[in-house]
Nanobody, 115 residues
């Protein structure tokens, strides 16, 4: 079993920055894939970024170059640094992790980009 808890969301102006954190508990995830998805109102959930056990990240097309995913295996935590935020980045951001063939999700954290 894996529990994921996101934090760091909030309201930010266009062009601003936020850093999301996702702390995992229940098992050590250093050898597993972790990442972020997001879902805006009325839209399907979409990939934001994945960081694989070897550390190589993959980004969604709409966020490439503005968002950076990283992980701290000692803290069992994955981060999402978001810069140059746009109103279209407004969504609930969900952390996910793969572990022993199962996928686990956090409860989500709201990010709102508005002036």
């Amino acid at each position: 079993q894996v529990q994921l808890v996101e934090s760091g969301g909030g309201l930010v102006q266009p062009g601003g920055s936020l850093r999301l954190s996702c702390a995992a508990s229940g098992n050590t995830l250093s050898g597993n894939n972790m990442g972020w998805y997001r879902q805006a109102p009325g839209k399907e959930r979409e990939l934001v970024a994945i960081i694989f056990s070897g550390g190589s990240p993959v980004y969604g097309h709409s966020v490439k170059g503005r968002l950076t995913i990283s992980r701290d295996n000692a803290k069992n935590t994955v981060y999402l640094q978001m810069n140059s935020l746009k109103p279209e980045d407004t969504a609930v951001y969900y952390c996910y992790a793969q572990f022993l063939g199962s996928v686990y999700w956090g409860q989500g954290t709201q990010v709102t980009v508005s002036s």
